[in-house]
Protein backbone atom coordinates (compact mmCIF):
# COMPACT_ATOMS: atom_id res chain seq x y z
CA UNK A 1 0.00 0.00 0.00
CA UNK A 2 1.29 3.71 -0.93
CA UNK A 3 2.22 5.91 1.94
CA UNK A 4 1.56 9.67 0.95
CA UNK A 5 3.10 12.09 3.74
CA UNK A 6 1.31 15.43 2.83
CA UNK A 7 2.01 18.99 4.52
CA UNK A 8 1.48 22.34 4.01
CA UNK A 9 4.74 24.81 3.78
CA UNK A 10 3.60 26.94 6.95
CA UNK A 11 3.23 27.39 10.64
CA UNK A 12 -0.04 28.80 10.27
CA UNK A 13 -2.90 26.96 12.87
CA UNK A 14 -5.57 27.69 9.61
CA UNK A 15 -3.26 27.01 7.02
CA UNK A 16 -5.10 27.01 3.45
CA UNK A 17 -1.75 24.99 2.92
CA UNK A 18 -2.11 22.08 4.63
CA UNK A 19 -6.17 21.99 3.97
CA UNK A 20 -5.57 21.65 0.45
CA UNK A 21 -2.70 19.00 0.93
CA UNK A 22 -4.97 16.88 2.53
CA UNK A 23 -7.84 17.37 0.64
CA UNK A 24 -5.44 16.55 -2.07
CA UNK A 25 -4.52 13.19 -0.38
CA UNK A 26 -7.84 12.17 0.07
CA UNK A 27 -7.92 11.64 -3.80
CA UNK A 28 -5.81 8.66 -3.42
CA UNK A 29 -7.48 5.06 -2.56
CA UNK A 30 -5.79 1.97 -0.91
CA UNK A 31 -2.91 4.64 0.90
CA UNK A 32 -1.90 4.98 4.07
CA UNK A 33 -2.25 9.29 4.54
CA UNK A 34 -0.48 10.81 7.01
CA UNK A 35 -1.05 14.58 7.21
CA UNK A 36 2.31 16.51 9.03
CA UNK A 37 1.60 19.73 10.52
CA UNK A 38 5.28 21.94 10.87
CA UNK A 39 4.70 23.07 14.10
CA UNK A 40 5.75 19.36 15.18
CA UNK A 41 9.38 20.36 13.92
CA UNK A 42 10.39 24.27 15.07
CA UNK A 43 13.85 25.00 14.98
CA UNK A 44 15.69 27.56 15.90
CA UNK A 45 16.38 29.93 12.33
CA UNK A 46 19.25 28.28 10.51
CA UNK A 47 23.02 29.65 10.38
CA UNK A 48 26.53 27.89 10.84
CA UNK A 49 27.26 29.16 14.05
CA UNK A 50 23.89 27.73 15.52
CA UNK A 51 24.55 24.95 13.60
CA UNK A 52 28.23 24.32 15.16
CA UNK A 53 26.50 24.67 18.33
CA UNK A 54 23.96 22.59 18.26
CA UNK A 55 24.25 20.08 15.94
CA UNK A 56 21.37 19.02 13.62
CA UNK A 57 18.77 19.36 16.09
CA UNK A 58 16.15 16.48 16.56
CA UNK A 59 12.90 18.06 14.72
CA UNK A 60 15.26 17.94 11.60
CA UNK A 61 15.79 14.13 12.22
CA UNK A 62 12.49 13.56 12.88
CA UNK A 63 11.06 15.47 9.40
CA UNK A 64 13.55 13.37 7.31
CA UNK A 65 12.12 10.02 8.72
CA UNK A 66 9.01 11.23 7.61
CA UNK A 67 10.65 11.91 4.47
CA UNK A 68 11.88 8.76 4.17
CA UNK A 69 8.53 6.78 5.10
CA UNK A 70 6.73 8.81 1.99
CA UNK A 71 6.21 6.91 -1.70
CA UNK A 72 4.37 9.87 -2.57
CA UNK A 73 5.00 13.97 -0.63
CA UNK A 74 2.37 16.09 -1.78
CA UNK A 75 3.89 19.48 -0.58
CA UNK A 76 1.30 22.71 -0.72
CA UNK A 77 3.80 25.69 -0.84
CA UNK A 78 2.27 28.76 0.96
CA UNK A 79 4.07 32.21 -0.44
CA UNK A 80 4.76 34.87 1.44
CA UNK A 81 6.25 37.86 -1.13
CA UNK A 82 6.26 35.87 -3.76
CA UNK A 83 8.74 32.61 -2.06
CA UNK A 84 8.66 30.35 0.65
CA UNK A 85 7.65 31.25 4.14
CA UNK A 86 10.30 31.32 6.84
CA UNK A 87 8.92 28.22 8.60
CA UNK A 88 9.40 26.20 5.38
CA UNK A 89 12.75 27.98 4.55
CA UNK A 90 13.91 27.18 7.64
CA UNK A 91 13.02 23.59 7.91
CA UNK A 92 14.00 23.47 4.40
CA UNK A 93 17.42 24.81 5.18
CA UNK A 94 18.02 22.70 8.08
CA UNK A 95 17.01 19.21 6.50
CA UNK A 96 19.29 19.46 3.64
CA UNK A 97 22.15 20.26 5.65
CA UNK A 98 21.99 16.92 7.43
CA UNK A 99 20.78 15.48 3.94
CA UNK A 100 21.35 17.60 0.76
CA UNK A 101 19.18 14.81 -1.59
CA UNK A 102 15.75 14.86 1.16
CA UNK A 103 14.11 14.05 -1.48
CA UNK A 104 16.00 11.85 -2.88
CA UNK A 105 13.90 8.97 -5.31
CA UNK A 106 10.59 10.84 -3.95
CA UNK A 107 7.99 11.28 -5.81
CA UNK A 108 5.98 14.92 -5.32
CA UNK A 109 2.55 16.38 -5.88
CA UNK A 110 3.55 20.26 -5.53
CA UNK A 111 0.46 22.16 -4.96
CA UNK A 112 -0.10 25.99 -3.98
CA UNK A 113 -2.68 27.98 -2.38
CA UNK A 114 -3.40 31.40 -1.99
CA UNK A 115 -6.01 33.98 -0.65
CA UNK A 116 -5.16 35.63 -4.29
CA UNK A 117 -5.58 36.04 -7.79
CA UNK A 118 -1.98 33.98 -8.35
CA UNK A 119 -2.62 31.05 -6.45
CA UNK A 120 1.16 31.33 -4.97
CA UNK A 121 2.02 30.55 -8.28
CA UNK A 122 5.79 32.15 -7.85
CA UNK A 123 6.64 30.33 -4.43
CA UNK A 124 5.07 26.61 -6.16
CA UNK A 125 7.67 27.40 -9.48
CA UNK A 126 10.33 27.80 -7.28
CA UNK A 127 10.09 24.83 -5.94
CA UNK A 128 9.40 23.21 -9.18
CA UNK A 129 12.71 24.39 -10.36
CA UNK A 130 14.15 23.30 -6.97
CA UNK A 131 13.30 20.58 -5.42
CA UNK A 132 14.52 17.58 -8.54
CA UNK A 133 18.08 19.32 -7.62
CA UNK A 134 17.44 17.96 -4.01
CA UNK A 135 16.41 14.52 -5.61
CA UNK A 136 12.76 15.25 -5.88
CA UNK A 137 10.65 13.99 -8.65
CA UNK A 138 8.04 16.13 -9.31
CA UNK A 139 4.92 14.19 -10.56
CA UNK A 140 2.54 16.80 -11.57
CA UNK A 141 1.92 20.11 -10.18
CA UNK A 142 -1.08 22.54 -9.86
CA UNK A 143 -2.22 26.53 -8.38
CA UNK A 144 -5.56 27.04 -6.87
CA UNK A 145 -6.26 30.80 -6.71
CA UNK A 146 -8.99 32.72 -4.56
CA UNK A 147 -8.80 29.53 -2.47
CA UNK A 148 -11.72 31.29 0.08
CA UNK A 149 -13.76 31.51 -3.59
CA UNK A 150 -13.02 28.37 -4.67
CA UNK A 151 -12.61 25.79 -1.72
CA UNK A 152 -14.88 24.73 0.43
CA UNK A 153 -13.55 22.20 3.36
CA UNK A 154 -16.57 19.74 2.64
CA UNK A 155 -16.90 19.52 -0.76
CA UNK A 156 -13.13 20.44 -1.85
CA UNK A 157 -12.33 22.68 -5.12
CA UNK A 158 -15.98 24.29 -6.13
CA UNK A 159 -14.76 25.94 -9.40
CA UNK A 160 -16.12 23.81 -12.02
CA UNK A 161 -13.02 24.67 -14.75
CA UNK A 162 -10.63 24.35 -11.62
CA UNK A 163 -11.91 21.20 -10.18
CA UNK A 164 -11.83 19.65 -13.52
CA UNK A 165 -7.90 20.70 -14.17
CA UNK A 166 -7.00 19.47 -10.30
CA UNK A 167 -8.89 16.03 -11.23
CA UNK A 168 -6.88 15.42 -14.67
CA UNK A 169 -3.48 16.62 -12.72
CA UNK A 170 -4.31 13.97 -10.03
CA UNK A 171 -5.35 11.24 -12.43
CA UNK A 172 -1.49 12.10 -14.52
CA UNK A 173 0.08 11.95 -10.91
CA UNK A 174 -1.90 8.23 -10.68
CA UNK A 175 -0.70 7.40 -14.03
CA UNK A 176 2.79 8.04 -13.27
CA UNK A 177 3.21 6.73 -10.13
CA UNK A 178 1.72 2.90 -11.49
Given amino acids: MMKIIAFGASYSKQSINKQFAEFAASQFNDATIEVLDLNQYLLPLFTVDIEAELGSPAPVKAFLE ?3 EADL ?3 SMAEHNG ?3 VAFK ?4 WTSRLKMKLFEHKNILLLATSPGPRGAISVLEAAKNRFP ?6 VASFSLP ?4 NFDR ?3 IINTALKQEF ?3 IELAKTKLQ
Fill in 133 to 138: IHGGHI
Fill in 154 to 156: QRG
Fill in 83 to 85: SYT
Fill in 73 to 75: LII
Fill in 66 to 68: KID
Fill in 146 to 149: NFES
Fill in 167 to 169: DAM
Fill in 90 to 93: NLFD
